[in-house]
């Protein structure tokens, strides 16, 4: 309990203490001071070192430096180097202002640190049947321990102090390693050279130097070392690495100063690096055991080359690849280029030995999909393939660039996305090509057009998504019919008209089954506001289209309590009447529509006539249907709705519709269903339309609407 309280306050002292409290804790310092053994001894006191703040404000202070003396009696060199971390660490934790202590426990483990090469010791390893190689590895964490917490703000007197004196023992690669592995990058940069010199002179039984020469890699990779000296650290340094013969001990070594290759040199000295990586790890399959070091070198060199022409032209970089044996590695490395090609090219590019390494990387990843490949992972393959699509640019050589994607289409026929990308690329480019060569219609261009068109009425049936299919076909129809391609517009149409029959009751959305006529509504919405601008055939008659749309519409087995094939029909109305107009909404370039073509013929106009007749015909049909009690709330919202599209659409002075209309008002109020304010609103808007020139009939039908009151 008393240890616990002082947790409570941070100015704690003797005075806070009462005297029962005092005397407990002199009485376990006496009870310790009593044990013979000196190892327990210490480490009992050291462990209860912070009681000392129930005594004296200067316990600690005290302590610190006894314990670090009685360390001294520890004759077994690991032992003691142990026991000194743990001073350390105990001392960090209640007195890390005491830096005095932490200097000292250094300077002492110096002046035993020869007993590691002394007769005792060697001999005791020999007696215990230990290898040296085996035994100094056992130091470096308590070693690095110390180190850290003395170099820890430490002022560069003190860190150059440490460096002198580990410098004047011999036999001393424990001691750089530490020294290299717990000071600051920074000042281990600036005396690169003097480390390199030092790594030299040591020797080489027990602790190799080519683990010295990583140490100081990793170093070089966070801070740079003087201009002057960069060359000759990297030759020192990579005349050690590739002379290693075990490949796991080259690999290591390589993989860290790969970093500073890049960072300091040009692609002439990355190609020696990897050449020579390519050599160690080649022979005996050595690459499989190591392909976590291989990837981080793939990393490292796509980190500094962000040029990915300079890149590719580094001669060693694509055999490089080839050492990735195992599909699974391969494909995260390839996708490891793609998402830095993706991040840093920030112009479109036809380099062509950018376009052949891509396209390469881009196949291994996309033939690594089969079967079991999750979703997930063929949507990451495809974002990353249409990334390299984007970016890829032949200018105004349109025929180079449809070439391209008719070789990429070869190449990630598995992935649909990609088919996607694709289309709507050669959509873009037909448009662009009639951008360009707008008010020259050449038959090359125009040749090139249909070839466009070709490449996606080829490719749309490859895919699996049916809307995908559908919302294709209508778009490279349209793209079609703004190159006036009239007949290869009217194909797209009809296989659009086609596949409606084979739309699935439920389709997949994310994961998720859900009812496709929602979908199917919007995708003919879109579909009539394109076949309004449609010429008609000249060898299928008058709107052959809108014809075959009705039929398959009609035929299409829709839910049994669904409305949705009478909103259909609701936007076919609207459809045929923006076709009886003298002038149409809307037209397309160079493309003559049906007002054009029939410049407001009575027989079209009475072809028009009879599809109103026979699609409102349905509409009443399927509206007496619902004249069913659990229906009632449905008639009335669609009657409704198709009184509002009549007063839209409609000419109500014609007598037989106008009474339609009213007949339509009444049936959504018969049964109380109707909103009133709804009712109330639409009223008021047909008195205030009635008030414009030529809308003056709309009072006389403002007089037969009447409003039903609730009671």
């Not at 699996?464 to 793209?479: K, P």
């Not at 079209?604 to 006539?609: S, T, Y």
Request: proline share 4%; charged share 20%.
């Amino acid at each position: 309990e008393c240890i616990s309280s002082t947790s409570k306050h941070d100015h704690f002292s003797p005075e806070n203490a009462n005297d029962t409290a005092k005397e407990t804790c002199l009485n376990w310092f006496f009870k310790i001071a009593s044990i013979r053994e000196l190892i327990p001894r210490f480490y009992v006191e050291a462990s209860i070192l912070k009681c000392n703040k129930f005594l004296s404000k200067t316990g600690i202070s005290e302590c610190l430096p006894r314990l670090t003396c009685m360390i001294r009696g520890i004759g077994d060199p690991l032992v003691s180097v142990y026991a000194r971390a743990y001073l350390c660490r105990v001392g960090m934790e209640v007195a890390p202002h005491l830096k005095e202590t932490l200097n000292k426990n250094f300077f002492d483990f110096l002046l035993t640190f020869k007993q590691i090469h002394g007769d005792t010791v060697q001999n005791q390893l020999v007696v215990q049947g230990v290898e040296l190689p085996s035994y100094l590895p056992l130091y470096p964490p308590a070693m690095d321990w110390i180190f850290q917490c003395i170099s820890y703000h430490a002022p560069e007197a003190l860190l150059t102090e440490m460096m002198e004196r580990c410098k004047k023992l011999g036999n001393n690669a424990l001691l750089l390693n530490s020294v290299m592995s717990a000071f600051r990058a920074e000042f281990i940069a600036t005396r690169s050279m003097d480390f390199i010199g030092m790594i030299k002179e040591c020797d080489e039984s027990g602790f190799p130097k080519h683990l010295l020469f990583r140490s100081l890699g990793l170093n070089l990779a966070l801070a740079d070392p003087p201009e002057s000296d960069r060359l000759q650290i990297l030759n020192e340094a990579w005349k050690v690495i590739t002379k290693l013969k075990n490949p796991q001990d080259y690999i290591n070594c390589a993989e860290v100063w790969v970093e500073y290759t890049c960072k300091h040199f040009t692609k002439r000295e990355v190609n020696t690096v990897l050449a020579d990586v390519i050599k160690h790890m080649t022979p005996d399959r050595a690459f499989e055991d190591s392909y976590p070091q291989l990837q981080l070198i793939i990393k490292k060199v796509i980190a500094h080359f962000h040029d990915f022409s300079v890149l590719f032209s580094v001669e060693k970089f694509l055999p490089f690849l080839d050492m990735f044996q195992k599909e699974s590695v391969r494909v995260e490395v390839c996708k490891c280029i793609m998402d830095a090609f993706i991040k840093h090219q920030q112009e479109p590019t036809k380099d062509p030995v950018i376009l052949n390494a891509l396209l390469h990387v881009c196949k291994t990843m996309h033939d690594s999909v089969n079967a079991l490949t999750l979703e997930d992972e063929k949507r990451m393959l495809s974002y990353l393939i249409n990334g390299f699509i984007k970016m890829v640019s032949f200018g105004r050589d349109f025929e180079q660039q449809l070439s391209f994607y008719v070789e990429s289409r070869s190449m990630f026929c598995n992935l649909e996305p990609v088919l996607v990308q694709l289309i709507h690329s050669v959509n873009r480019l037909a448009m662009e090509t009639r951008k360009l060569m707008k008010g020259n219609h050449s038959r090359k261009t125009a040749a090139f057009v249909r070839a466009c068109v070709a490449y996606c009425f080829i490719t749309i049936p490859s895919l699996a998504g049916i809307f995908t299919r559908l919302n294709l076909y209508l778009h490279s129809g349209q793209v079609a019919l703004a190159n006036q391609c009239l007949s290869q517009a009217d194909a797209f149409f009809k296989a659009a008209i086609s596949l409606i029959p084979e739309v699935p009751k439920m389709i997949n959305i994310d994961g998720k089954m859900r009812p496709s006529e929602s979908f199917l509504l919007e995708f003919l919405c879109n579909f009539f506001s394109t076949l309004l601008i449609v010429p008609d055939h000249p060898e299928h008659g008058v709107l052959f289209l809108v014809r075959e749309l009705l039929n398959v519409i009609q035929d299409y087995t829709w839910e049994d309590n669904s409305d949705e094939k009478i909103r259909i029909y609701t936007c076919v109305l609207h459809l045929l009447s923006a076709m009886s107009q003298e002038t149409y909404l809307y037209h397309i370039d160079k493309v003559d529509s049906n007002d054009s073509l029939y410049g407001g013929d009575s027989k079209f106009l009475a072809e028009n006539n009879k599809l109103c007749e026979t699609v409102m015909a349905q509409i009443l049909e399927h509206l007496k249907t619902l004249a069913k009690d659990e229906a009632l709330k449905r008639q009335s919202s669609l009657g409704l709705s198709f009184f509002n599209s009549i007063l839209a659409h409609g000419d109500l002075r014609n007598n037989k519709l106008n009474q339609l209309s009213v007949n339509l008002w009444h049936l959504a109020q018969r049964h109380g269903c109707a909103d009133t304010r709804t009712m109330v609103k639409t009223l008021e808007y047909i008195k205030q339309q009635s008030k414009q020139p030529d809308m003056t009939h709309l009072t006389e039908l403002a007089l037969r609407l009447p409003l039903q009151t609730r009671t």
